[in-house]
């Protein structure tokens, strides 16, 4: 195929990942559980093509622990 093609194809995958992280965010923006933490906005990043996340914070541990 074509450079235009798989660009087109990487486009689309991108597109995809993209909604279906989006539809993940409204789902578990709407958890209320003391052992979750809490989603509060999702930001797409049009220039950058990055989906940056807001969680709640939370003190005393570290994610990878």
């Known amino acids: 195929g074509s450079d235009l093609a798989k660009c087109q194809a990487i486009l689309e995958w991108c597109d995809e990942k993209k909604m279906v992280?989006?539809?993940e965010?409204?789902?578990t923006?709407?958890?209320n559980h003391k052992n979750i933490v809490k989603s509060i906005e999702l930001f797409d990043n049009?220039?950058?093509g990055e989906i940056l996340q807001v969680m709640e914070y939370v003190s005393?541990?570290?994610v990878f622990e």
Do not use: D, R
Request: charged fraction near 40%.
């Open 29 to 31: 923006k709407k958890l």
């Open 21 to 23: 992280f989006k539809k």
């Open 46 to 48: 049009t220039t950058s």
């Open 60 to 62: 005393g541990v570290e």
């Open 25 to 27: 965010f409204e789902i």
